[in-house]
């Protein structure tokens, strides 16, 4: 496979504008937010050759390979005009926007040099898991800031471990830090947003992303998964503090039918009554009709239609603004191009 960005650098396209860090991105695209669409440029993918060290050992489900299909079915003539971006690594200040102190610096103390440490029953780390979670995390605020700014239209985080399974105080589920989590505070924080809105269709319920949420005014957490499944939490009945989580959650055989219904009756019309400022994708793409631990049968076409109906709430209600960030999907060829699928109808806008 050739090098990510060419040489490990950004880029805009196939041999367009070099953008070789992060202030080179704002110089060439900065604009002054508007309220025509057309201000921002594109659609930004960020990225990180460093996702590729998180190796948590043979047959465990979030393997290298993942992102290694994803950077491929990304590399064609289709997405030549993607804006392109390494992930910088996050900063301490971000992530304590949404995880204990404590919980960092155990992430840090514990990760390996060499060979591999387990912190659970399913989380693992390798010698590069620690570097490839601050980027997952820094990746997430690098793309929050990019569409905040309107330097890009949308983006699409292609990073992991992924994320929304992390608890404030505790990694979970193949999830070091909530990038979800964190990009929603930061757009709060650093940004102003009044609204965030965090719609998740991973197979599985993002509970960390919930809990951390639970009381916050702020964010409107949208959730459709499989249940009963792992971690067994995502209830109709689970609604939050503030009446701000929506649970939806679908039978084991469900497809494409049951899924639109659910975005249809529960999820689309709590989305655009909350008005957000940004959108926020979990995206994960477990709930594929061929994959391996989940037991829904979505296919591509389900993942581009919740993305353009978000996507047309978007237009109406914060200026098209959407940050994806990738969660799971664990056969390789089916994420590619469901991941494909999804961002080549955020490239449509």
Not at 79 to 95: G, I, K, N, T, Y
Request: charged letters at 20%.
């Amino acid at each position: 496979m050739p090098p990510l960005y060419g040489e490990g650098r950004p880029r805009n396209g196939r041999g367009g504008v070099q953008l070789t860090r992060r202030a080179a991105l704002a110089g060439v695209l900065s604009l002054a937010a508007s309220p025509s669409r057309a201000a921002a440029p594109g659609t930004l993918f960020v990225s990180h050759p460093a996702a590729l060290a998180h190796d948590p050992g043979p047959g465990w489900p979030d393997s290298p390979e993942r992102l290694r299909a994803v950077f491929s079915a990304l590399d064609g003539p289709r997405f030549a005009d993607l804006l392109r971006m390494e992930a910088p690594s996050a900063a301490h200040e971000a992530v304590l926007r949404v995880h204990a102190p404590a919980h960092l610096a155990r992430l840090e103390a514990l990760a390996p040099k060499k060979g591999r440490a387990q912190l659970g029953a399913d989380v693992v780390m390798s010698a590069g898991s620690y570097e490839a979670a601050l980027r997952a995390a820094g990746g997430a605020v690098a793309a929050v800031d990019a569409v905040m700014r309107a330097e890009a239209r949308n983006a699409f985080a292609a990073t992991r471990p992924p994320g929304h399974h992390a608890r404030a105080d505790a990694p979970m589920g193949f999830c070091f830090f909530n990038n979800a989590a964190i990009a929603a505070r930061h757009a709060i924080d650093a940004h102003r947003a009044e609204r965030v809105a965090i719609v998740d269709f991973d197979v599985h319920h993002g509970n960390g992303v919930q809990e951390i949420f639970w009381n916050e005014q702020k964010v409107l957490y949208c959730s459709t998964h499989q249940s009963p499944l792992y971690p067994g939490t995502g209830a109709v009945t689970e609604t939050g503090a503030h009446d701000n989580i929506v649970n939806a959650p679908l039978a084991r055989g469900d497809g494409g039918a049951a899924f639109r219904d659910a975005l249809k009756t529960r999820i689309l019309p709590r989305l655009d009554a909350f008005a957000p400022d940004m959108i926020v994708f979990c995206a994960g793409f477990d709930a594929h009709l061929h994959d391996p631990l989940g037991g829904l049968r979505l296919i591509e076409e389900d993942f581009r239609d919740v993305t353009l109906r978000a996507m047309e709430i978007a237009a109406r209600r914060c200026r098209g603004r959407i940050v994806s960030l990738l969660e799971g999907g664990y056969a390789p060829k089916d994420l590619a191009a469901s991941a494909a699928a999804h961002v080549g109808a955020l490239m449509d806008a």
